[in-house]
């Protein structure tokens, strides 16, 4: 197990890092037997501390969780506390195992990340800046695709539908209510 704790735009101290990795390995140790990396950041917004803890399981789940508070041990049990409310959900709904050998056969995929930027010869003119990042499209019902969006606290989830076998996206709309679109071409 890895466990990272950085500061961003802040100095973390020995005792805060010790107090995040400590919880944050009783955590992993009491609900997740698989060796998994985990990254802790916290940074601070004004006067206000923030902390995202970020678990990389296996088979391409990432479960997220954000904490904020003006006292950054407080912003890191907040982040910790759904962290746990998170992997408790998971592991009630992941329990077929041969739903997780389907995992294993993910197709792979680019996802690419789209910046645009103002120019300095007109104001109307912008320039795309792309970030390339190698990602999985994993096999998965509806509902599992939904918790992944859920778990991930992320806006858009593709992935490919274990009932069809076509390309199928998950999404995050406006009123809070998930979104789903089903590729027949």
């Given at each position: 197990m890895t466990i990272k704790v950085f500061g961003k735009g802040v100095d973390l101290g020995e005792s805060l890092r010790e107090y995040a990795e400590s919880r944050t390995e009783n955590l992993i140790e009491k609900y997740i037997a698989e060796e998994i990396d985990t990254n802790v950041t916290v940074h601070k917004d004004s006067r206000i501390f923030e902390t995202e803890v970020c678990l990389y399981l296996n088979k391409g789940f990432v479960i997220k969780a954000n904490g904020a508070s003006d006292d950054p041990y407080r912003a890191v049990d907040i982040a910790l506390e759904r962290l746990e409310e998170r992997i408790k959900k998971h592991k009630?709904?992941?329990k077929d195992k041969s739903r997780r050998s389907e995992w294993a056969r993910a197709t792979e995929a680019t996802r690419y990340?789209?910046?645009?930027k103002p120019s300095s010869n007109d104001a109307d003119e912008e320039h795309l800046v792309i970030a390339e990042?190698?990602?999985l499209i994993l096999p998965l019902s509806v509902s599992e695709?939904?918790?992944?969006?859920d778990l991930t606290e992320m806006p858009v989830v593709m992935f490919k539908n274990?009932?069809?076998?076509?390309?199928?996206?998950?999404?995050?709309?406006?009123?809070?209510?998930?979104g789903w679109i089903d590729y027949k071409g």
């Open positions: 009630n709904r992941i990340i789209i910046e645009r990042q190698e990602s695709a939904v918790m992944k969006l274990s009932d069809s076998g076509r390309i199928n996206v998950v999404y995050k709309r406006p009123d809070n209510h998930i």
